[in-house]
C-alpha cells in the first residue's frame, strides 16, 4: 500500500510539473517568435531602438522611446491614482462593511473587472475627455507654464488615460487584497485589540501583516496596466513624443502596435512594430520578475524576524 501511494504521488507531481513545463515552454516560444519576426529591426537599429524618439515610417527610421515612456508613465499614474482607492475599497468591505452591504459591495467592484476595454474606452471618450478638458481649462496659467502642465487642453492625453486605466485596474488591487485581508488569522485582530489597540491601530497591524499580499496584488495591477491597449488607444492622444506633461497627448507600445500593424507597408515597419511587442514582453518580464523578488524579500525578512523572538525564548 504505501508503495502504490509513493507511485501515485510520483505520477501526480510528474504530472503537474510537466504541465508547468509547458508554461514555460509557451513563455519561451513567444519571446523566441518576437525575437525572429523582429530580427531586420534589431540588426537595423540596435540598442538604438530602445533610447531614440524618432517614430518615422516614411523615412524608414524608427525608436521606441515615445511608446515605452507613455506605457511606464501611464502606469504608474494609474496605480498612483487606483491604489489608495482600491485598498480603502478593500479595507471598508473586509473590515467595516455592515454584513447587509458586504456582499452587494463585492459584485459591484467584480463587475468593473468585467466591463470590456472598448466599453471603458468609450465612456472616457463621451465624459471623461469633457471632464478632463474642463479641468484643464480651468487649470491656472501659473500652473499651465510648469512643464507638468503645459500644453493645449485638448482633454485627451496623459490624464485622460492614466484615469481610465485607474478605474480599469481598481478592481484586480481591490479583489486580491480583500481575499488577502480575509486571510489574515483572526488572532491578529484579537491580539491588537488585547493590547488595547484602536480599531485604526488594529486594521493598520492587519495591513502590515498582509503587506506581502497587498504588494502583490499592487504589481498585478501594473502589469495589467502595462498591457492595456483600446481604451488608452482611445484616449491618449497617440502622438509619439516623450513628455513631462500631464496634458500632453502622448502614446503607448499596444497602442502603436493597434493602430499601425494593419499599414505596415514594408518589411522594416512591421519588424519594428514586433520589436515594440518583443520589448513590452521583456518590460513585463522585468517587472514581474523584480515583484517576485521583492515578494521573496519580504517574506525572507518576516520568517528571520519570526524566527528570533523563538531562539530568544530558547
Given at each position: 500500500?504505501?508503495?502504490?501511494?509513493?507511485?501515485?504521488?510520483?505520477?501526480?507531481?510528474?504530472?503537474t510539473?510537466f504541465?508547468?513545463?509547458?508554461?514555460v515552454?509557451?513563455?519561451?516560444?513567444?519571446?523566441?517568435v518576437?525575437?525572429?519576426?523582429?530580427?531586420?529591426?534589431?540588426?537595423?537599429?540596435?540598442?538604438?531602438f530602445?533610447?531614440?524618439?524618432?517614430?518615422?515610417?516614411?523615412?524608414?527610421?524608427?525608436?521606441?522611446?515615445?511608446?515605452?515612456?507613455?506605457?511606464l508613465?501611464?502606469?504608474?499614474?494609474?496605480?498612483g491614482?487606483?491604489?489608495?482607492i482600491?485598498?480603502?475599497?478593500?479595507?471598508?468591505?473586509?473590515?467595516?462593511s455592515?454584513?447587509?452591504l458586504?456582499?452587494?459591495?463585492?459584485?459591484?467592484?467584480?463587475?468593473?473587472?468585467?466591463?470590456?476595454?472598448?466599453?471603458?474606452g468609450?465612456?472616457?471618450?463621451?465624459?471623461l475627455?469633457?471632464?478632463?478638458?474642463?479641468?484643464?481649462?480651468?487649470?491656472p496659467?501659473a500652473?499651465?507654464?510648469?512643464?507638468?502642465?503645459?500644453?493645449?487642453?485638448?482633454?485627451?492625453?496623459?490624464?485622460?488615460?492614466?484615469?481610465?486605466?485607474?478605474?480599469?485596474?481598481?478592481?484586480?488591487?481591490?479583489?486580491?487584497?480583500?481575499?488577502?485581508l480575509?486571510s489574515?488569522?483572526?488572532a491578529?485582530?484579537?491580539?491588537?485589540?488585547?493590547?488595547?489597540?484602536?480599531?485604526?491601530?488594529?486594521i493598520?497591524?492587519?495591513l502590515?501583516?498582509?503587506?506581502t499580499?497587498i504588494?502583490?496584488?499592487?504589481?498585478?495591477?501594473?502589469?495589467?496596466?502595462?498591457g492595456?491597449?483600446?481604451?488608452v488607444?482611445?484616449?491618449?492622444?497617440?502622438?509619439?513624443?516623450?513628455?513631462?506633461?500631464?496634458?500632453?497627448?502622448?502614446?503607448?507600445?499596444?497602442?502603436?502596435?493597434?493602430?499601425e500593424?494593419?499599414?505596415?507597408?514594408?518589411?522594416l515597419?512591421l519588424?519594428?512594430?514586433?520589436?515594440?511587442g518583443?520589448?513590452?514582453?521583456?518590460?513585463?518580464?522585468?517587472?514581474?520578475t523584480?515583484?517576485?523578488?521583492l515578494?521573496?524579500?519580504?517574506?525572507?525578512?518576516?520568517?528571520?524576524?519570526?524566527?528570533?523572538?523563538?531562539?530568544?525564548?530558547?
Open positions: 500500500m504505501p508503495r502504490s501511494r509513493s507511485r501515485s504521488d510520483s505520477g501526480f507531481r510528474i504530472g510539473g504541465f508547468g513545463l509547458i508554461l515552454g509557451i513563455i519561451c516560444a513567444i519571446g523566441v518576437l525575437t525572429v519576426e523582429s530580427m531586420a529591426s534589431i540588426r537595423r537599429f540596435g540598442w538604438d530602445w533610447r531614440t524618439d524618432l517614430w518615422d515610417p516614411v523615412a524608414g527610421e524608427f525608436g521606441a522611446l515615445p511608446f515605452i515612456w507613455g506605457t508613465y501611464s502606469a504608474v499614474l494609474a496605480l491614482i487606483a491604489t489608495p482600491a485598498l480603502g475599497i478593500a479595507i471598508f468591505i473586509s473590515e467595516l455592515p454584513a447587509a458586504r456582499q452587494p459591495l463585492v459584485f459591484l467592484t467584480e463587475l468593473l473587472a468585467a466591463i470590456p476595454s472598448i466599453v471603458y468609450l465612456w472616457g471618450i463621451f465624459v475627455v469633457p471632464a478632463v478638458r474642463a479641468l484643464e481649462s480651468a487649470t496659467e500652473l499651465r507654464g510648469t512643464p507638468l502642465f503645459s500644453g493645449p487642453p485638448l482633454g485627451l492625453g496623459m490624464v485622460a488615460a492614466g484615469l481610465v486605466l485607474a478605474v480599469m485596474v481598481m478592481p484586480f488591487i481591490s479583489s486580491v487584497s480583500r481575499e488577502v480575509r489574515v488569522p483572526v491578529q485582530r484579537e491580539g491588537a485589540y488585547a493590547l488595547g489597540a484602536t480599531r485604526f491601530e488594529a493598520r497591524a492587519v502590515f501583516y498582509a503587506r499580499g504588494i502583490g496584488a499592487i504589481m498585478l495591477g501594473f502589469g495589467r496596466a502595462l492595456e491597449t483600446m481604451a488607444t482611445m484616449v491618449i492622444g497617440n502622438n509619439p513624443r516623450v513628455s513631462l506633461s500631464l496634458f500632453a497627448p502622448q502614446y503607448t507600445m499596444a497602442a502603436v502596435i493597434a493602430n500593424f494593419t499599414e505596415a507597408a514594408d518589411e515597419y519588424s519594428a512594430l514586433v520589436e515594440i518583443l520589448v513590452l514582453f521583456v518590460i513585463t518580464l522585468l517587472v514581474n523584480l515583484s517576485r523578488l515578494l521573496w524579500s519580504m517574506n525572507r525578512s518576516r520568517r528571520v524576524a519570526g524566527r528570533r523572538p523563538a531562539e530568544a525564548t530558547a
